[in-house]
């Protein structure tokens, strides 16, 4: 089993790897934050994208679709949080808040992206299906275009595999 995550490891292309950095980068551009409140979101995003990475590498997909919802959660608090008290915050404040929101929101999309991978790679393309419209009817506005596309196109590829009865053999578990 840790030879089958090894390899899979390895075999994750560069742009993989790159997106994998630019959303830690993303995550750790969080940790300027100034206030404890803020530190600690971060933390915890960052903390869930490495925990996230780590189920998907070692095929863990219930755990790390776990992951994933909570920085969705952590994304709905900040945006309860600040529709609550909009008029009592300082503009710094609400900056900070939008930052940890943009980025759960982002971060959470590029994982579901890379969710949908790994099931288009372990050839599990229902599900893969499913992954693509999750995020094509979650992420709706110009800051998620980029990752609406992107599942689009996942689905289109998905889609023509399962139309056309082409579907390999699914891997043993």
């Not at 790390?64 to 503009?91: D, F, Y």
């Not at 982002?106 to 579901?112: K, L, P, R, V």
């Amino acid at each position: 089993m840790k030879n089958a995550s090894l390899l899979y490891l390895f075999s994750m292309k560069k742009c993989t790897w790159l997106k994998i950095f630019v959303a830690l980068l993303i995550v750790a551009n969080l940790i300027g934050c100034t206030g404890s409140r803020y530190q600690q979101q971060a933390d915890a995003i960052k903390g869930h994208v490495e925990t996230f990475y780590n189920h998907l590498e070692s095929h863990q997909v219930a755990q790390a679709i776990s992951e994933n919802e909570q920085i969705e959660v952590i994304a709905l608090s900040a945006e309860e949080r600040l529709l609550r008290r909009v008029g009592q915050m300082k503009q710094g404040e609400k900056m900070q808040e939008w930052k940890i929101i943009k980025t759960a929101k982002e971060t959470a999309a590029e994982n579901w992206l890379a969710l949908a991978r790994y099931f288009s790679e372990t050839q599990q393309y229902a599900k893969a299906r499913g992954t693509y419209r999750r995020i094509i009817e979650t992420y709706q506005g110009s800051p998620y275009h980029l990752y609406v596309d992107r599942a689009k196109t996942g689905l289109r590829d998905v889609e023509g595999i399962l139309d056309h009865g082409n579907l390999p053999e699914s891997p043993a578990k």
